[in-house]
Every structure is written in C-alpha cells, then in structure tokens.
C-alpha cells in the first residue's frame, strides 16, 4: 500500500468517528500532544483531549453534525488535505445565538498533518462570516 493510501484511509476513518459522535473513535487519530486551531476564531486546542472537548462542545450545539467529504489530496503520508461540507442544525444556545432550528451548511478545508499514523496537527479552515449569517437567519432563503 502507498503512503497517499495510507493517508486516505486515514482521513476516511477520521470522518467516520466525527460522523459517529464517539469521542474515544475521535481521540484515538491525534497524537497525544497534538494541535487544532478552526483557523476562523484562532484558539488552538493542545492535546488530544483539549482537541474531543472542543468536538464535544460543538456536538452539543449541533447534535446532528455530521460531514460530508468532498476530496482529499495527500501528497506524502505525511500531509493531507480534505475538503468538506458540515451540515448541522443549532439546538443549543450559542453564547447570545437563540436556537430556531437553525440549518448551517458550512464548506471547509482542514489540513492534517500526520506523524507515525496519527494526527500531529490539524487545521481548519471555514468562513466565519456565512457560519454566522446561517445562524442569524430567520427563514430558509436568508442561509445561503
């Protein structure tokens, strides 16, 4: 098997446990010490751990997260990039942000890089300005 399989398997397995919302399936892809940032708010999380509880948050704002793959490039078994689609519906107050049932459809990129079969580093990128526009939304012709 080549290194860019390697990869793609991994990323594939990545996306299943996000979609399956078990935190252990989740955990077990990042290095101890790895890093995430959402590019768009610029906080790392440290640790695999910080990296779940992040996850875990998100999760209980919008409990039926799930991703959709759309591509991934793998240059090395060292680097991979996926783009997605996250779609979700806000059932939780987010900070001042009311829950009205709140569709989001949100486009990303995150890019991994992986050392010796787990994730050292993540980071994802998504635009922070129509995430909040869907969430501000009244009706379905206000979210795209």
């Known amino acids: 098997m080549n290194a860019a399989t390697n990869a793609t398997e991994l990323v594939e397995a990545l996306y299943v446990a996000y979609n399956s919302h078990r935190m252990g399936d989740v955990a077990a892809f990042y290095a101890v010490g790895a890093t995430h940032e959402d590019i768009a708010h610029g906080r790392p999380k440290v640790g695999a751990q910080a990296i779940v509880e992040g996850l875990q948050k998100f999760l209980g704002w919008f409990p039926d997260a799930a991703w959709k793959?759309?591509?991934?490039i793998t240059d090395t078994n060292e680097k991979?990039?996926?783009?997605y689609t996250l779609t979700g519906t806000l059932s939780a107050a987010l900070g001042p942000i009311v829950p009205r049932g709140q569709k989001i459809s949100l486009r990303?990129?995150?890019?991994?890089?992986?050392?010796?079969?787990?994730?050292?580093?993540?980071e994802d990128y998504w635009d922070a300005t129509t995430f909040q526009?869907?969430?501000?939304?009244n009706t379905p012709e206000d979210r795209s």
Not at 80 to 83: D, E
Not at 111 to 117: A, H, S
Request: hydrophobic share 45%; charged share 20%.
């Open 133 to 137: 526009k869907q969430l501000n939304s």
């Open 108 to 122: 990303g990129l995150m890019v991994l890089t992986l050392e010796d079969g787990k994730i050292s580093r993540s």
């Open 69 to 72: 793959l759309e591509s991934i």
């Open 80 to 83: 991979a990039a996926v783009q």
